[in-house]
Every structure is written in structure tokens, then in C-alpha cells.
């Protein structure tokens, strides 16, 4: 019953590999070249798929969304120092009012005040 089946299948894999083997090794390289051609291709013509509107990570992909959530990206600050800017999550806030604080407290030292 299997050779029935899939005979035809492992005569064509059977071909398939005895044509690999009496390959060079130039035409080796050359087949994975254009191999590797096609599949840079296919991944610059990628889109990726971002349906949440996620922040994109260092290779171009969106951030998991537990890491989003992890990381209180989910939530929107809003500064009224800097004139109601919005950041997401609470570090890049911080680091503002920190900064402006700085920004107060040198300028109070200094004795002017902008």
C-alpha cells in the first residue's frame, strides 16, 4: 500500500538527491546564492503585520505585547512642562520631570530665572 502511494513521490526524491550529489561545488554555491537571493527579496517586500500599533524593536518587528504591557508602554503621560507633550510609559516622563527639575533647581542657583 505505501509503495503505491507515495512510490512515485520517493522515485522523484530519489532523482532529486543523485542530481545533488553529481553537483559541483561551484554550482553548489551558486544555487544557494540565488536561493538566498530570493529570500531577502521576499523579506524586503515584507509587511509586517502590526494591527495594535506597537513600537518596533531593534530588528524592525514589533514588541511582544506582554513586553509592551510589562514595561508600562500602555500608558500615556501627559507633561504640562513641556507644553502637554505625550509620553508612553513612565520612564521617558520621569526622565523629563527630572530634567526640568534640574533645569529649575540650576537656575534658582544661579540667581536667573528665564
Known sequence: MYTLTH?????????????KQARTGEEQEEEEEQISDSESEDEKNEITYNPKN?????????VPYWLYKFHGLNINY????CGNYTYQGPKPSSNTLLNSIMLMVTFYVQGTIP
Do not use: F, M, S, Y
Not at 501627559?78 to 512642562?81: S, V
Open 78 to 81: 501627559n507633561c504640562e512642562i
Open 7 to 19: 512510490g512515485e513521490q520517493r522515485h522523484v526524491t530519489h532523482e532529486n538527491a543523485q542530481g
Open 54 to 62: 506597537l513600537p518596533l524593536g531593534w530588528d524592525g518587528k514589533p
